[in-house]
């Protein structure tokens, strides 16, 4: 059995490990990141990164038992909160209109270190359980959990090799939900959300800025998304808050167009 006690990589490592080792064997995960909590450890998916690529080497493998204890997050730098608080938002965006009016945009910059994240580590679990049980492999619904990520694990992956810049998953995904917000537009999220919800993510993370000759260099990692088809970029963008809708194919023209936006702070 292996057992796997740490944050998301160790819990994608050693869950790929299990899966792989003698046409695998049993693990259990306990994980003690914010972000292994409420996204990593839920719903089997496990990887490893590969030749700079987000996890372009992985298996599906549920573990015998998931053990979750919010005691570990008081060990936790700050960074790692607004990192795990960032699949928190993602779940609400995706899913939960009235919790994130209720109760997500009541978390800010001065607060977020304050929380008792017990409740929203519940409610994501949920969430996430909910749409992974119907669509294990990712098929269909599956895909609504990566909002943010097409871009977010693009600029990831482009900042791993660069010390001075390099950031968070939470972080990439945050900025990744930024421009898929105002993507989303383009298919009919109102104005007046698309402001709300990039103002709460602005106020809470920042807004990374991307000089012009690296625009081309993003896109082309965003080509490598295993979610694209016909050569084109999909994402998952929101026709409202709580309604996403998957396999959107975005030209390159108005990627670009996005990602060189200047940051309002």
Known sequence: VFINIGGGVIGDLGGFCAAVYKRGI??????TTLLA???????GKTGVDFQGFKNHIGAFALPKMTWINPVFLGTLPDEQIKSGFAEIIKHCLIADKKEWKNNIKKINAQNIFQQNWQNNIEHSIKIKENITLKDPKEKGIRKFLNFGHTLGHALETYLLNKKERRILHGEAVAQGMIWASFLSERIGLPTVDREEIVSFLEEVYGNIFIKKNEIQKII?????DKKNTNNQINFVLLENIGIPKFDVAIHENDIKTILFSKPKN
């Open 220 to 224: 082309n990692l965003a080509y490598q």
């Open 26 to 31: 049993d693990f259990i995960q306990i994980p």
């Open 37 to 43: 909590q409420v996204d990593a450890s839920i719903g």
